[in-house]
Nanobody
Framework: QVQLVEAGGGLVQAGGSLRLSCATS????????MGWFRQAPGKEREFVSA????????DYADSVKGRFTISRDNAKNMVYLQMNSLKPEDTAVYYC????????????????WGQGTQVTVSS
């Protein structure tokens, strides 16, 4: 089993930045591709970003491309999402996710979910 715990959410003004972190526990963290999803009230959960198990490749939703950066540190069992130039439409609960493969993350075939962390961007 893999446990995922997100942190770093909060309230920020439009144009500001936040860095989300996902702390993981488990024996095989480096085997998993990781990703971030988000869900706003009244909307479906949507893909935000993904990263391969070694961190060599990444993918982003068009809505965040150029503003968000996903990274991982396998030595620390950590995944991060650096969010810059935040917009009110980025307001959502952000979820860390683990899956068996990079493509699985992108299509939402998730093995483990974190509990979520709230990001609120004011105008």
């Amino acid at each position: 089993q893999v446990q995922l715990v997100e942190a770093g959410g909060g309230l920020v003004q439009a144009g500001g930045s936040l860095r989300l972190s996902c702390a993981t526990s488990g024996r095989t963290f480096s085997r998993y591709a990781m990703g971030w999803f988000r869900q706003a009230p009244g909307k479906e959960r949507e893909f935000v970003s993904a990263i391969t198990n070694g961190g060599g490749s990444t993918d982003y939703a068009d809505s965040v491309k150029g503003r968000f950066t996903i990274s991982r540190d396998n030595a620390k069992n950590m995944v991060y999402l650096q969010m810059n130039s935040l917009k009110p439409e980025d307001t959502a609960v952000y979820y860390c996710a683990a899956a068996r493969g990079f493509s699985s993350v992108v299509v939402g075939r998730i093995d483990y979910w974190g509990q979520g962390t709230q990001v609120t961007v004011s105008s």
